[in-house]
């Protein structure tokens, strides 16, 4: 058992009936024994730093989301209705889910059946796709080609992700082109369109929304009032989608 001084002993029993001292209303040697206490105590609980860590990281998330909130309501037109993004399922939809994705990102792959299954079930709901390539020169590399083939190929756009995204291996210029290819739309199409519209303007748009959201990974989603970090899957998206027709926000 750990000794406790006798000035302490008196500073803990005034504590325990009046409002905690300011620091400056101690002395050096309370100051001294009361730090000593303090240690001694942490080493004997040492499992109160990870209770003390958990509730750190508690505050800071709720600190980003809070934060992250307002930066939605901020930028409501370059989050939901961008004219560079692709939109699935039903353009007029009620609820709109906005997905930040890297075709090299292993957990975008994973939530893909997510997507699909939540456009399959759910008709009234719009699904847009942000690109946003964070994973090295292969995936930027990759974007531009899927950035290409939006604008010569939209109504295929949704068959080339899924056929992108689901391929085994490291997406690349190479494997981009060779999927656009598959849906009809040959390399020197895609090249020359690459060429005269680059999207190097519409990615770092997207890098610069992503920062004041708060976003530095993917998947990462947008739901109406609601910053949706990481592959949640379909459940937790699904009652998301089901809470902002009931009450107009993600958590009712």
Same mark, same amino acid.
Request: hydrophobic share 35%; aromatic share 4%; no cysteine.
């Given at each position: 058992m750990a000794f406790f001084p006798k000035t302490f002993t008196a500073l803990a029993l005034a504590a325990s009936i009046a409002l905690p001292l300011p620091a400056a209303a101690l002395d050096d040697q309370q100051k001294k024994e009361f730090g000593e206490f303090i240690k001694q105590y942490l080493i004997e609980n040492p499992e109160i730093m990870l209770e003390v860590q958990d509730a750190l990281q508690k505050k800071q998330e709720a600190q980003r989301l809070v934060k992250a909130n307002m930066a939605i309501?901020?930028? *409501? *037109?370059? $989050?939901?209705? %961008? !004219?560079?993004?692709?939109t699935l399922g039903n353009p007029k939809g009620d609820v709109t889910v906005v997905e930040f994705f890297d075709y090299n990102c292993s957990y975008c792959r994973h939530a893909l =059946?997510?997507? @699909? /299954?939540?456009?399959?079930k759910d008709k009234n709901v719009r699904f847009v796709l942000k690109e946003f390539p964070i994973l090295g020169p292969d995936s930027v590399a990759a974007h531009k080609v899927a950035d290409a083939f939006r604008k010569l190929a939209p109504e295929k756009y949704a068959d080339f992700h899924v056929a992108l995204l689901g391929t085994e291996g490291r997406a690349s210029d190479e494997t981009a082109i060779a999927v656009a290819a598959s849906l009809g739309v040959k390399e020197d199409k895609i090249r020359a369109?690459?060429? !005269? %519209? =680059?999207?190097?303007? $519409?990615? @770092? /748009? *997207?890098? @610069?929304? /992503? %920062? *004041?959201l708060g976003i530095s990974g993917t998947p990462s989603y947008v739901i109406g009032n609601e910053l949706v970090p990481g592959a949640v899957g379909l459940d937790d998206l699904e009652a998301k989608v089901k809470n902002m027709r009931s009450c107009g926000k993600t958590a009712c």
């Open positions: 309501e901020e930028n *409501t *037109t370059d $989050i939901f209705d %961008s !004219k560079n993004d692709v =059946p997510d997507m @699909q /299954a939540m456009l399959k369109e690459m060429a !005269k %519209s =680059p999207n190097d303007g $519409i990615v @770092q /748009a *997207t890098y @610069q929304l /992503a %920062s *004041t």
